[in-house]
């Protein structure tokens, strides 16, 4: 990990923003409050039909626009008349996004995507290419990663793990094999003494994700670096 990523150690992460009561996720609300607040922010990102990425969770759009259809088959025409949550936040671009941050509190961005990498890692890369703020890739798709360690080797990127994934990456593909600088897995599944063993040994932060209570992140730090949180407020001076 190079030393322009030691804030994914000391600094919390506001997962999807600092949302709330009236504060949709991913949104530029959410983002300005988790920046007020002194947060570090994560955020996903998804590939439109025209190529365009939004930052948005869900493969569908219901849950937060009450609007039917999936993601990648809409186009931004489509996309931009939608409002999050019953407020006037819309889904915002990850160019309006990094816009937004203006490299005033880091950014760790989760790649959405199932399927073989390309479309949506180039797009993404080439985005960030003239952002100046400190930024992470992280994705649970291990190709994924494989494409950014052999096209953008210079950008900081981490491997997400669920119960699902992490089975497949230990047992099968290898958890390290793609170099991952740092390690985010999800705080109720407890993960083996070999695996934080080998991250230690090799100086890779572990995050626990999503930790949503003070007694969460508690039983998380004792052998995670840093937390991703949502619902409530971490003192910083814990990390």
């Not at 990523?5 to 923003?17: D, K, Q, V, Y």
């Not at 530029?28 to 439109?48: M, N, P, Q, T, W």
Request: net charge positive; with cysteine; hydrophobic share 40%.
């Amino acid at each position: 990990m190079n030393d322009n990523s030691n804030w994914l150690r000391t600094r919390p992460i506001a997962h999807r923003g600092l949302h709330g009561k009236d504060i949709p996720e991913n949104s530029i609300s959410a983002f300005d409050e988790a920046i007020k607040h002194g947060y570090a922010i994560e955020i996903d990102v998804r590939l439109l039909s025209d190529g365009k990425v939004i930052v948005f969770h869900d493969n569908q759009l219901w849950r937060l626009t009450q609007n039917k259809g999936h993601v990648r088959k809409k186009n931004y025409r489509d996309i931009k008349k939608l409002f999050l949550s019953k407020t006037d936040d819309k889904i915002p671009l990850l160019s309006e996004t990094l816009d937004c941050i203006r490299g005033r509190t880091p950014l760790l961005i989760e790649i959405k995507n199932k399927w073989n990498p390309g479309k949506i890692e180039l797009a993404v890369a080439k985005i960030l290419e003239s952002y100046n703020g400190e930024f992470a890739i992280s994705s649970f798709n291990p190709l994924s990663l494989k494409w950014f360690k052999k096209n953008k080797p210079s950008f900081t990127r981490g491997q997400a793990l669920d119960g699902r994934w992490q089975r497949t990456l230990v047992r099968i593909l290898g958890l390290f094999k793609n170099d991952p600088q740092f390690i985010i897995y999800y705080h109720s599944r407890l993960l083996s003494l070999k695996i934080v063993q080998e991250c230690h040994k090799r100086n890779i932060p572990l995050i626990a994700w999503t930790v949503r209570t003070q007694k969460e992140m508690d039983n998380a730090l004792r052998v995670s670096d840093n937390v991703m949180f949502e619902k409530f407020k971490p003192l910083l001076s814990l990390i």
